[in-house]
């Protein structure tokens, strides 16, 4: 990919996701995975509030945010293509998903410019985990970013996570330096 536009990297990107879906083969008869499009996006909010909800020890407190703000959030971001997303159904409910960001590489005169993906809010219902769901998310998000030319992927794990995705091929950064400014 040369330098061009942004819009049309994600539009083509973006196009490769969708048909990627249709090749995507269902895991077992009652499980697929397939990409996520923006009429997924108040379920993916619903997840989401769960995802998040699920780091506090017992009942978590009320939502200080409105769902809506993530549902248009999300669907907003999947139909522009910035952002890709997978999600597992299991009896046409999803049960688990994977987001993926589309970070802008700089135009080079001598190289490619192919973005870089950064993946995120990768969860799995409770009662669905360890029967290799979120594997088959990280394979069609990785098919993907190989066949979208993507330079790298990035990711910040959990602990319990870090050996699920070395399974995938990420290893620890050589040449990252992070700055971190939130304390
Ligand atoms: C991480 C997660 C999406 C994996 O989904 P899954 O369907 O259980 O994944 P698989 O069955 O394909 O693989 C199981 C692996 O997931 C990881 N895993 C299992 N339970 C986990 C948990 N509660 N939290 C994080 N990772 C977990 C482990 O690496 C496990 O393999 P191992 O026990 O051999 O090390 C799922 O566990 C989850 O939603 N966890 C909570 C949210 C989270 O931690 N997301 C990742 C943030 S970077």
């Given at each position: 990919m040369t330098a061009r536009s942004a819009a049309a990297a994600a539009t083509e990107i973006s196009s490769l996701h969708r048909a990627a879906g249709a090749k995507l083969a269902p895991m077992t008869t009652d499980l697929i995975v397939r990409p996520a499009r923006s009429a997924d996006a108040r379920t993916l909010a619903e997840l989401r509030w769960t995802f998040k909800q699920?780091?506090?020890?017992?009942q978590p407190p009320a939502?200080?945010?409105?769902?809506e703000e993530a549902e248009h959030w999300i669907g907003d971001r999947l139909s522009d293509g910035r952002w890709l997303a997978w999600v597992a159904e299991a009896k046409d409910e999803i049960c688990g998903h994977v987001f993926l960001c589309l970070v802008e590489r700089m135009p080079d005169p001598y190289k490619d410019n192919n973005p870089v993906g950064y993946v995120t809010n990768f969860f799995v219902m409770p009662s669905q985990r360890n029967k290799g769901v979120g594997s088959a998310l990280l394979q069609a998000l990785k098919q993907h970013s190989r066949s979208a030319c993507l330079e790298g992927l990035i990711v910040w794990p959990s602990e319990r996570s870090t050996p699920l995705y070395q399974r995938f091929g990420f290893q620890p950064p050589e040449e990252l330096l992070e700055l971190p400014l939130a304390t």
């Amino acid at each position: 990919m040369t330098a061009r536009s942004a819009a049309a990297a994600a539009t083509e990107i973006s196009s490769l996701h969708r048909a990627a879906g249709a090749k995507l083969a269902p895991m077992t008869t009652d499980l697929i995975v397939r990409p996520a499009r923006s009429a997924d996006a108040r379920t993916l909010a619903e997840l989401r509030w769960t995802f998040k909800q699920e780091d506090y020890e017992g009942q978590p407190p009320a939502p200080l945010r409105h769902l809506e703000e993530a549902e248009h959030w999300i669907g907003d971001r999947l139909s522009d293509g910035r952002w890709l997303a997978w999600v597992a159904e299991a009896k046409d409910e999803i049960c688990g998903h994977v987001f993926l960001c589309l970070v802008e590489r700089m135009p080079d005169p001598y190289k490619d410019n192919n973005p870089v993906g950064y993946v995120t809010n990768f969860f799995v219902m409770p009662s669905q985990r360890n029967k290799g769901v979120g594997s088959a998310l990280l394979q069609a998000l990785k098919q993907h970013s190989r066949s979208a030319c993507l330079e790298g992927l990035i990711v910040w794990p959990s602990e319990r996570s870090t050996p699920l995705y070395q399974r995938f091929g990420f290893q620890p950064p050589e040449e990252l330096l992070e700055l971190p400014l939130a304390t």
